[in-house]
């Protein structure tokens, strides 16, 4: 089986393999050329891609802060206070995850930040050594949010069993020194990619107007696409057994130790929807929606691509909210559903993978062996 950390990785080679096969945007279809990717771009930078970036900045250093606090003088109220500041930077990651190109492929942000599940073997072993090398690959699943997910609710059945572990375990400063080292380094990995789209890549983006690999109209579309495909696999299929052999492994479902993978699912899938809408808080601007019809895309029934897509989205939703955390559970209880909920992910990929890049003229670069 698969595991996430190498298709993690392989989404990290991206920037690389792009430069190697890319060709002209002169080669694309005429009908594409009408449409104002620039302002499309403006519209995305603008009023998604640096929002999301700066507000999972806010929620890591709200997060950072709660680590020293917590640190400093471990209570009950300051676990609490803790635990509520990783869940609120968890969620926003959520709407984050899917601009992993620039700054963010430099800075290896998606996979330092969300690989899953976390290895608590590792975790441990570091504890116990007193010594963390954030470099080493072995580290990979032994930090980020996934294992403050298991330091913060995993490591006892209760809240007093978990403060336990930070104030009278044998090692309880080690414990404590992994948690402010894991944060820090959050911390340190989006305010490096925030600092460098405000010092000159956000230029460097919205003039990248082709539709070549390169482009940013590239980049965006096949990120997108590798976000949902991650999801699809990661949050919903190998945990239910449908990418695995028919063997469920509830266990590897995102944010296990807290509880919250199907609200985490949900804002995942809007956070998707709004990058191919182009819609935020400021209105509905311009989206892949609005591109695929300017240029007449239509789908194999011989209607609008946009529409199907969108229709889509809402359908994939829709079986998403009719799961319950905790996820793990429903595997175990209502594993039909969660399959379905994957059907309908994947339905959702091929049309954006598929339809959608072929409407646009734009080339896939990441790789997979789903089939898909």
């Not at 298709?7 to 002169?26: F, I, M, N």
């Not at 507000?55 to 680590?67: E, G, K």
Request: charged content about 15%; proline content about 3%; overall charge negative.
């Amino acid at each position: 089986m698969r595991t996430f950390i190498l298709v993690a990785l392989a989404a990290t080679g991206l920037a690389l393999g792009s430069q190697s096969c890319s060709k002209s945007s002169d080669d694309q279809a005429p009908a594409a050329t009408s449409f104002d990717r620039k302002a499309m771009l403006t519209n995305l930078s603008t009023n998604l891609i640096l929002p999301a970036y700066t507000s999972f900045q806010t929620t890591a250093v709200n997060l950072d802060a709660a680590v020293t606090a917590f640190n400093t003088t471990p209570d009950a109220a300051k676990l609490t206070a803790l635990q509520s500041a990783f869940q609120a930077a968890y969620k926003q990651w959520q709407a984050t995850s899917a601009y992993g190109f620039g700054p963010a492929d430099q800075a290896n942000l998606r996979v330092n930040t969300n690989t899953y599940p976390a290895d608590v073997a590792q975790i441990n072993t570091n504890i116990s050594s007193g010594t963390y090398n954030p470099t080493l690959l072995a580290n990979l699943a032994a930090k980020g949010l996934p294992a403050l997910d298991y330091l913060l609710f995993g490591v006892g059945t209760d809240n007093n069993a978990i403060l336990q572990q930070y104030t009278t375990d044998s090692k309880a400063a080690n414990r404590k020194t992994y948690l402010a080292a894991l944060s820090t380094e959050l911390k340190t990995n989006i305010t490096t990619v925030v600092n460098a789209w405000n010092s000159g890549y956000t230029a460097t983006f919205l003039n990248a107007t082709g539709t070549d690999v390169g482009s940013s109209t590239g980049q965006l579309v096949n990120q997108l696409d590798y976000d949902v495909d991650v999801f699809k696999n990661y949050e919903i299929g190998i945990p239910a057994g449908v990418q695995s052999m028919g063997t469920a492994y509830p266990e590897k479902v995102q944010a296990y130790y807290s509880k919250m993978s199907v609200q985490l699912a949900l804002l995942h899938i809007q956070a998707l929807q709004n990058i191919y809408l182009g819609k935020s808080a400021q209105g509905d601007g311009l989206g892949f929606d609005d591109y695929l019809t300017q240029i007449g895309a239509k789908s194999s029934s011989g209607g609008s691509l946009n529409d199907v897509i969108k229709a889509q989205f809402a359908t994939a939703t829709a079986k998403l909210q009719t799961l319950t955390d905790p996820l793990s559970d429903n595997i175990k209880t209502n594993q039909g559903a969660v399959t379905a909920t994957y059907t309908e992910l994947q339905k959702l990929l091929v049309l954006l993978k598929t339809d959608m890049t072929s409407s646009l003229g734009i080339l896939i670069t990441y790789g997979d062996n789903d089939g898909d």
